[in-house]
């Protein structure tokens, strides 16, 4: 299998629809093979039903339910378990993310031998001082104090070759930290590339 995209989320039963179809849109005029992991972190909407629902119209859809919310590490843990493609890729469920990025993506990995794809939102639609400028340190203590010279630690938009998260624990808030993690179990390969950023369209 060539891919497998690995979607943590919690309450987000107005966009799980509109980003399943999206991605099986683009993996098809790709002629991708996947598997779509969608991991509900204790949801208390309808999350879970639209989930079970999708897996019934779509073979190539997985769900794994957590029954209360135990963070985005522990999902993207469980998720990296069950994934067997090639390439794993990791995306938010709130359609910030644009799959149109995935065959991009697929390709660093695949042709020119990346351990890892970081996605940097170079251009942000988040509101500067709640989400941007925090985000913005953040990225500048974590540059300096792991080596890892990424811009964009906090986005949830990456690729990894299978090998990596399958050598990888992801626990506690490390979900922040999974390059970092890498280049500590010898992946030492990693670049990073601008991918689109969308404001949020639910919730």
């Not at 999206?22 to 093979?33: D, G």
């Not at 990296?80 to 993310?97: N, P």
């Not at 974590?142 to 990456?158: E, M, P, Q, T, Y």
Request: glycine fraction near 6%.
């Amino acid at each position: 299998m060539d891919i497998s995209v690995v979607i943590p989320l919690l309450d987000e039963q107005d966009s799980l629809l509109e980003l399943h179809d999206w991605i099986a849109q683009v993996m098809q005029s790709n002629r991708l093979s996947y598997e779509l992991i969608f991991i509900d972190d204790g949801s208390r909407d309808d999350s879970w039903s639209i989930i079970k629902t999708l897996n019934n119209k779509n073979p190539s859809v997985l769900g794994i339910r957590f029954t209360q919310n135990f963070g985005k590490s522990q999902a993207l843990h469980a998720g990296f378990e069950r994934a067997i493609g090639d390439v794993v890729i990791t995306m938010d469920a709130d359609l910030q993310d644009s799959p149109e990025e995935i065959p991009a993506l697929f390709n660093l990995i695949e042709t020119k031998k990346y351990d890892v794809v970081s996605g940097w939102k170079k251009k942000r639609y988040d509101a500067y001082i709640t989400k941007n400028l925090p985000s913005k340190l953040f990225n500048w203590a974590a540059r300096r104090i792991s080596g890892v010279k990424l811009h964009d630690f906090n986005c949830g938009l990456k690729a990894y070759r299978k090998e990596v998260v399958k050598s990888i624990e992801v626990y506690g808030e490390m979900h922040r930290y999974i390059p970092v993690l890498a280049v500590n179990a010898g992946f030492k390969n990693i670049t990073e590339k601008v991918v689109i950023h969308q404001a949020r369209k639910h919730g």
